[in-house]
């Protein structure tokens, strides 16, 4: 039988979560000393582990037929693959940042200027976006101290909490993209791939919701009970079921992560009472 092969990052900000998100997936790995690749039990997969570099073209090539990259890769590379979903982890941005104590009007300050980057295609484009034209110096590692070292005057690298610029007396000044997790696909997958590929990105899909939503029950006093079902829409509608105590329902349903304390808030001013809030192990959707 045939068996879809996924590239992941061998070792780096990518690998732990992806392959978590594999597990929670149903997918386990008989990998016992993290070899170059890996086969999973009961399901056609089989994992190969890669620099995040390499990827991209090795799922053009169909060396493997899916991978899991940021997108910054993804869009650096430009190989001709499809991003066919979005994981929400290792989120980052790509950014120019100038030495703190100069001053700074907008993009076109930049003209002229020389930056250093482990990314020029992705400069390129957005210099090339706003008119501006200046000099891409190219460094595969260790950009941050470019300005410093006199190599550069300005860098263009991924920002994610910004310590690092301030520690090596940078400013932020402009954002050119927001990266995340994607998995990427080959264009000329066939139809077994595809079934399998299918069938995984359900299961992620169900993990990744599940991980955003939480499971809610609570009382609520029947007078209430509209406003309080209204701001709890759940999967379809919210379960309600009397209390023994008259005057009173219990009401389960399913609650986003993301408007969690705002909704919290509002149903305790309506009068509820007992709210218990509990993980979702997985969400079919
Ligand atoms: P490799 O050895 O595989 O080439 P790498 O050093 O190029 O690894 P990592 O630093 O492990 O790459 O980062 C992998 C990806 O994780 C990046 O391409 C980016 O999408 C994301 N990333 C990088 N830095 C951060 C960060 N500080 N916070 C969140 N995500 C990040
Ligand atoms: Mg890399």
Same mark, same amino acid.
């Given at each position: 039988m045939e068996k879809i092969r996924i590239a992941i990052q061998k070792?780096?900000?990518?690998?732990e979560k992806s392959l978590s998100l594999l597990k929670e997936a149903g997918i386990s790995l008989d990998n016992g000393s993290r070899k170059l690749r890996s086969e999973a039990r009961f399901f056609p997969l089989e994992v190969i582990f890669l620099r995040d570099d390499d990827i991209p073209q090795y799922v053009e090539d169909g060396v493997a037929h899916i991978g899991i990259v940021g997108e910054n890769e993804y869009a650096e590379k430009a190989?001709?693959?499809?991003?066919? /979903?979005? !994981?929400?982890?290792?989120r980052c941005k790509l950014s120019i940042a100038i030495p703190k104590s100069e001053s700074y009007r907008?993009? /076109?300050? !930049?003209?002229?200027k020389r930056i250093a980057t482990s990314y020029p295609v992705i400069l390129k484009n957005f210099l090339a976006e706003h008119g501006v034209s200046a000099d891409i110096h190219f460094l595969?590692?260790?950009?941050?101290?470019a300005p410093s070292i006199g190599v550069a005057d300005a860098i263009f690298d991924i920002v994610s909490s910004g310590s690092t610029l301030i520690s090596n007396g940078l400013k932020e000044v402009e954002v050119a993209m927001k990266s995340e997790a994607v998995v990427i696909a080959n264009r000329d997958l066939d139809d077994d791939i595809q079934a399998i590929l299918a069938k995984l990105l359900f299961r992620i899909r169900s993990v990744m919701a599940a991980s955003s939503n939480k499971y809610i029950l609570l009382n609520a006093p029947n007078d209430k009970l509209q406003e309080i079902i209204s701001l709890l829409p759940g999967m379809k509608s919210p379960t309600v079921m009397p209390l023994a105590e008259e005057g009173w329902s219990s009401v389960h349903s399913v609650l986003r992560e993301s408007t969690f304390w705002e909704v919290i808030d509002r149903l305790k001013e309506l009068g509820a009472q007992g709210i218990l809030v509990i993980p979702i192990e997985k969400m079919i959707v």
């Amino acid at each position: 039988m045939e068996k879809i092969r996924i590239a992941i990052q061998k070792s780096g900000r990518l690998s732990e979560k992806s392959l978590s998100l594999l597990k929670e997936a149903g997918i386990s790995l008989d990998n016992g000393s993290r070899k170059l690749r890996s086969e999973a039990r009961f399901f056609p997969l089989e994992v190969i582990f890669l620099r995040d570099d390499d990827i991209p073209q090795y799922v053009e090539d169909g060396v493997a037929h899916i991978g899991i990259v940021g997108e910054n890769e993804y869009a650096e590379k430009a190989c001709e693959v499809d991003l066919i /979903e979005r !994981l929400g982890y290792s989120r980052c941005k790509l950014s120019i940042a100038i030495p703190k104590s100069e001053s700074y009007r907008g993009v /076109e300050d !930049l003209e002229g200027k020389r930056i250093a980057t482990s990314y020029p295609v992705i400069l390129k484009n957005f210099l090339a976006e706003h008119g501006v034209s200046a000099d891409i110096h190219f460094l595969s590692g260790s950009v941050e101290i470019a300005p410093s070292i006199g190599v550069a005057d300005a860098i263009f690298d991924i920002v994610s909490s910004g310590s690092t610029l301030i520690s090596n007396g940078l400013k932020e000044v402009e954002v050119a993209m927001k990266s995340e997790a994607v998995v990427i696909a080959n264009r000329d997958l066939d139809d077994d791939i595809q079934a399998i590929l299918a069938k995984l990105l359900f299961r992620i899909r169900s993990v990744m919701a599940a991980s955003s939503n939480k499971y809610i029950l609570l009382n609520a006093p029947n007078d209430k009970l509209q406003e309080i079902i209204s701001l709890l829409p759940g999967m379809k509608s919210p379960t309600v079921m009397p209390l023994a105590e008259e005057g009173w329902s219990s009401v389960h349903s399913v609650l986003r992560e993301s408007t969690f304390w705002e909704v919290i808030d509002r149903l305790k001013e309506l009068g509820a009472q007992g709210i218990l809030v509990i993980p979702i192990e997985k969400m079919i959707v």
